[in-house]
């Protein structure tokens, strides 16, 4: 089982089981995402960068595809109730705002991932990444949330390519 798959799995554990888990766990699982997957991204981004490779099954490049979409529902949930924020509320419609994006990507994971798609890619963001964009328009970060782990439990964790490489048993039963 690879990095990302066990992610994947404690993700899901995590979002099921989130009531149940006591504090300072809840506290590991996001240095856990915040620390050591932002590393692994930043690492990818790199090797990605410098051999100039696309992310398998890429539908959309850098956008919403199976390589990179945790970090959006990290991201995400990241950003839950920042839309309701009193001073400089964060709105998910920030994300087609380039001096926006800037402004909090060096904090954000969703951002960052925003970021790192307009600097990779050209034209219009509408256009190029139409999902993410589309997306935009939905009013609260909660939501956007639930939604992208919905996706990314039937457009990813669904295929068999990638659910394949999971070991099934009494820890990680098959769905």
Not at 9 to 24: N, W
Not at 145 to 152: A, E, L, V, W, Y
């Given at each position: 089982?690879?990095?990302?798959?066990?992610?994947?799995?404690?993700?899901?554990?995590?979002?099921?089981?989130?009531?149940?888990?006591?504090?300072?766990m809840v506290a590991g699982l996001k240095d856990l995402v915040l620390v050591v997957f932002k590393d692994y991204l930043d690492l990818c981004r790199m090797i990605q960068s410098r051999y100039c490779l696309e992310p398998a099954g890429s539908k959309g490049v850098y956008g919403l595809d199976d390589y990179h979409h945790l970090p959006y529902i990290f991201g995400a949930s990241q950003l839950e109730g920042a839309e309701k924020q009193k001073e400089d509320p964060i709105l998910p419609k920030h994300i087609t705002d380039a001096n926006k994006v800037d402004a909090h990507r060096g904090r954000y994971m969703y951002f960052e991932m925003i970021g790192w798609i307009n600097e990779n890619k050209k034209g219009p963001f509408h256009e190029h990444s139409t999902i993410l964009y589309n997306i935009s328009g939905i009013d609260?970060?909660?939501?956007?949330?639930?939604?992208?782990?919905?996706?990314?439990?039937?457009?990813?964790?669904?295929?068999f390519v990638v659910i394949q490489h999971f070991l099934f048993g009494k820890t990680l039963p098959y769905p």
């Open positions: 089982m690879c990095i990302r798959d066990s992610i994947n799995a404690e993700y899901g554990k995590l979002v099921a089981d989130h009531t149940e888990l006591p504090p300072p609260d970060w909660e939501r956007i949330t639930r939604g992208m782990f919905k996706m990314h439990t039937g457009e990813v964790m669904g295929k």
